[in-house]
């Protein structure tokens, strides 16, 4: 198939940006301003290799992140194509082109979510790849009967490893059960520490399911306001004087919804208060993995000195959401009363999945693959906030967060927020209620998931928004 391309696409090898996103940002310019339109076809990834004079398997990650975004399409025994579903580009001034921006119809649905991965990222031949080969092993019969209720022992040992090393922690796969995603660690834990008439102080905003498995368990749910630092801890210790605080369920590393990091002030605080009143810390880590500064804060669960704690993690934001697999590090006789009530509700975990990951970790393919990701999302981040910048500007507050996949922004203006998210429903696009993470009274703020959407599409939605603040 002929390739006209006369594109020249230059590198520059000192830059801290890493060569294959040089190579997409290249050919999303090259689109931007019409060398390529839609339908074009680009070279073979070998043809563009010898051209660039880099390595095929930085063109293929390049290739895979522009695909990934909806730039490009792959057809099987084709090629690779500028996608037909992009919308004309005007080439005008950038004054003009701010003045002609107009959203078309919605393109079926649209949406914001609570931060979910790009599941279009998802190293999903790797893992196919472990699966398969999983069962051509001669003992393959071996992972076919039943194996503990804690989860994988290698598995285990694996995490231990990697929470000693990367999240400060010090702890033994002996502390560990592995469960199908966080909503079931959280079922477990509150029917393992909690029973009926417990106090439990949560966020508000906050995170919903989490509350609903402690009200399961019988308690009583009291809620905490979020300040620009995190928890508001002088009304944790009013709580703790007046009433018997069983556990407080927290998200320090970016809060949900509003991804504010506590502060280590307050960090330190709230460890002091436990152990002097004795309340469990239920810390849920839920997106440790995405962050873009120098380093993720370390969890309060890494703090040699606190005494009782439940840490909660997740692998189904690494690879992807329909993937369930999740973990919580405890103490050694939580984690047995822990697995002794999984036993009743599910035998054990999706042991064959636990090796294929497994594999993968030792393969180096998960770290290779949130490299790359931490990118794309920076990128998309990037992005995100420019659309904020330019459409909302004296509309809205908000703070870049320095990690997570969503924006948490604030209406300027007092407005009625449950009527904003019907009418954006009504016009294609879904964002998340905001009764979906308020305690009592609606909270005046909306959360917004970047990570699974193009640049088209968070344009689309923002400039929606725009006309309805």
């Not at 095929?56 to 099987?76: F, K, M």
């Not at 996608?83 to 921006?101: A, D, F, G």
């Not at 770290?367 to 992005?383: E, G, I, Q, T």
Request: with cysteine; charged share 25%; aromatic share 10%.
């Amino acid at each position: 198939m002929l390739r006209p391309w006369p594109l020249q696409i230059h590198l520059d090898k000192k830059s801290d940006k890493a060569i294959y996103l040089q190579i997409a940002d290249a050919v999303i310019d090259a689109i931007k301003t019409g060398k390529l339109v839609n339908g074009n076809a680009l070279p073979g990834s070998r043809q563009l290799a010898e051209l660039l004079k880099v390595n095929r398997n930085t063109v293929v990650e390049a290739l895979d992140v522009l695909t990934a975004e909806g730039w490009l399409v792959t057809i099987d025994r084709k090629g690779t194509f500028v996608t037909e579903s992009l919308p004309k580009i005007s080439h005008s001034s950038e004054n003009e082109k701010e003045q002609k921006v107009e959203v078309e119809d919605p393109i079926s649905f649209l949406v914001f979510d609570d931060g979910l991965p790009d599941s279009r990222l998802a190293p999903m031949n790797d893992l196919a790849r472990a699966y398969r080969e999983l069962f051509s092993r001669k003992s393959r019969w071996q992972i076919m009967g039943y194996s503990s209720e804690l989860g994988n022992l290698e598995f285990r040992k694996s995490i231990a490893q990697m929470l000693n090393f990367k999240r400060g922690m010090s702890i033994f796969h002996d502390q560990i059960c592995i469960t199908r995603g966080s909503q079931m660690a959280m079922y477990l834990a509150s029917h393992c520490i909690l029973k009926s008439g417990d106090f439990v102080l949560v966020e508000n905003p906050g995170y919903k399911p989490a509350w609903e498995a402690f009200e399961n368990a019988g308690a009583t749910l009291l809620p905490v306001n979020i300040e620009s630092d995190g928890l508001d801890i002088d009304q944790v210790e009013k709580y703790l004087q007046h009433k018997n605080i069983k556990a407080i369920y927290v998200t320090p590393h970016h809060q949900f919804p509003t991804t504010v990091t506590l502060s280590l002030k307050k960090r330190l605080k709230l460890i002091e208060l436990s152990n002097q009143y004795h309340f469990t810390i239920i810390e849920d880590d839920y997106d440790n993995e995405f962050h873009f500064g120098l380093r993720p804060i370390l969890p309060i669960s890494s703090y040699s000195g606190l005494k009782n704690y439940i840490y909660i993690g997740t692998f189904s934001k690494i690879v992807a959401p329909a993937l369930r697999i999740g973990y919580l590090v405890s103490s050694h006789e939580n984690v047995l009363n822990i697995g002794n009530h999984r036993k009743i509700i599910d035998v054990q975990g999706d042991n064959i999945m636990e090796e294929a990951i497994l594999s993968l970790i030792n393969e180096g393919k998960i770290k290779r693959h949130l490299k790359k990701a931490n990118l794309v999302y920076k990128s998309k981040r990037d992005f995100f906030e420019s659309l904020l910048n330019r459409y909302l500007q004296n509309k809205i507050t908000f703070t870049k967060p320095e990690g997570g996949l969503a924006f948490w922004i604030v209406p300027k203006e007092d407005c009625n927020v449950l009527e904003i998210f019907e009418k954006l429903k009504s016009q294609g696009i879904q964002i998340m209620s905001p009764n979906r993470f308020s305690f009592d009274e609606t909270i005046k703020g909306f959360r917004l998931g970047y990570a699974s959407l193009s640049e088209k599409q968070m344009e689309e939605g923002i400039i929606v928004l725009s006309k309805l603040l």
